[in-house]
């Protein structure tokens, strides 16, 4: 069965960096786009970037532009979130979820990381 | 860029009752490209319908997606006790890519 567990999470100062990673198994990592999610503590879901299959295409909200990068290795079934210049405003937990296909609805999800900026 | 509004923000009911969720986008969803999830407290969301009525893997057929353009609606026709959680809309493929809407709590009347 298709299974995500999400890694890398903790309390970082402001200004810091995480790297989040997320192991696939269960099914062909390499044909499905990948997605991260978060939700702040009682808060609703908040979609924060995408990698395509082939990782030629990648997109990630405007907020978190020129701080966060995804990436993926197919050859090892994992996605990574690399987290720069972090604010307090990126505390939340971070779900990685599968894409249907490439750019559609998220029909698997981690159980999330949880990412705290705090001073 | 569209925004999601969902409504109402808390459903009140008891079991048995059918549940009528709605889901408003600022502008028309591209293909009808609107999913909704369901998420129980702890726990991840889960996938419930994608392109607006297309039923995911292991959903009960209580549950059903309607809707195209810009209005959509997820109805639950009896209400099981499971059934109690936050529900999200989300639309795909318009810039901004995926957005979600601000959920509708489903409470216990």
């Known amino acids: 069965q298709v299974q995500l567990v999400e890694s890398g999470g903790g309390v970082v100062q402001p200004g810091g960096s995480l790297r989040l990673s997320c192991a696939a198994s269960g099914f062909t990592f390499s044909r499905f786009a990948m997605h991260w999610v978060r939700q702040a503590p009682g808060k609703g879901l908040e979609w924060v970037a995408v990698?395509?299959?082939?990782?030629?295409?990648?997109y990630n909200i405007d907020f978190v532009k020129g701080r966060f990068t995804i990436s993926r290795d197919n050859s090892k079934d994992m996605l990574y979130l690399q987290m720069n210049s972090l604010r307090v405003e990126d505390t939340a937990l971070y779900y990685c979820?599968?894409?249907?296909?490439?750019?559609?609805?998220?029909?698997?999800w981690g159980q999330g990381t949880l990412v705290t900026v705090s001073s | 860029e569209i925004v999601l509004t969902q409504s109402p923000g808390t459903l009140s009911l008891s079991p048995g009752e059918r549940a009528t969720l709605s889901c408003w986008a600022s502008?028309?969803?591209?293909?009808?490209?609107l999913a909704w999830y369901q998420q129980k407290p702890g726990q991840a969301p889960r996938l419930l319908f994608y392109g607006a009525f297309r039923r995911a893997t292991g959903i009960p057929d209580r549950f059903s997606g309607s809707g195209s353009g810009t209005d959509f609606t997820l109805t639950i026709s009896r209400l099981e006790p499971e059934d109690f959680a936050v529900y999200y809309c989300?639309?795909?493929?318009?810039?901004?890519?995926?957005?979600f809407g601000p959920g509708t709590r489903v409470d216990f009347k």
């Open positions: 989300q639309q795909y493929g318009s810039s901004p890519l995926f957005t």
């Open positions: 502008q028309s969803v591209n293909n009808n490209f």
């Open positions: 979820a599968k894409d249907v296909s490439n750019f559609g609805a998220f029909d698997f």
């Open positions: 990698i395509q299959n082939d990782e030629v295409e990648r």
